[in-house]
């Protein structure tokens, strides 16, 4: 099984679905919050959202909606990175509540080799957030440092295989 794209398995307008999909619970949502520091009763307070929302219900925190998609969209995309770059946008388009399931899926939008090193590339893509019903409900563009084949090639040569993280030795 492949994890992550070497800078030329990239194509300008290929589309990436992620799968699985991830229902979204209440104990996710809350976890989220708690870990994050994010205690708005909106996302906390069954009663406060009832009375106090125009939603009249919990509405999951968008930051682990766009988590999530990230985490999505690793193996298809980021799973060799060198680096990410850049968030260049988030934009939370439709709420999102308890007991949704989110699908998500990357368009690739540009592709550049780097200008200081030839190992390596600059991949900028967009990823998008739905609903089961199909309502999108996220979307962002990031900019991934990928490395090139050739030198997943070379380490293949100094006894490295690219495609398997390596671990420490046991002492």
Not at 4 to 11: D, K, L, T
Not at 42 to 69: K, M, P, T, W
Not at 94 to 111: N, R, S, W
């Amino acid at each position: 099984m492949q994890f992550g794209r070497y800078y030329e398995e990239f194509e300008v307008g290929a589309v990436y679905r992620h799968w699985p999909g991830k229902t979204v619970t209440e104990y996710d949502d809350h976890l989220f919050c708690l870990l994050t520091m994010n205690h708005h009763p909106l996302h906390l307070d069954a009663h406060y959202a009832e009375s106090a929302s125009q939603f009249q219900r919990n509405v999951v925190v968008g930051n682990y909606i766009y988590s999530l998609l990230l985490g999505m969209s690793v193996p298809d995309v980021s799973g060799k990175a060198i680096a990410n770059l850049e968030v260049e946008s988030l934009r939370h388009v439709a709420p999102t509540f308890h007991g949704d399931t989110i699908y998500g899926e990357t368009t690739v939008l540009d592709k550049r080799e780097s200008g200081s090193k030839p190992d390596r590339g600059v991949v900028s893509v967009e990823t998008r957030g739905y609903k089961q019903d199909g309502t999108m409900v996220c979307v962002f563009r990031r900019r991934v440092m990928v490395p090139k084949r050739e030198y997943a090639a070379a380490a293949v040569g100094e006894g490295v295989d690219p495609d398997r993280p390596s671990f420490p030795e046991p002492r």
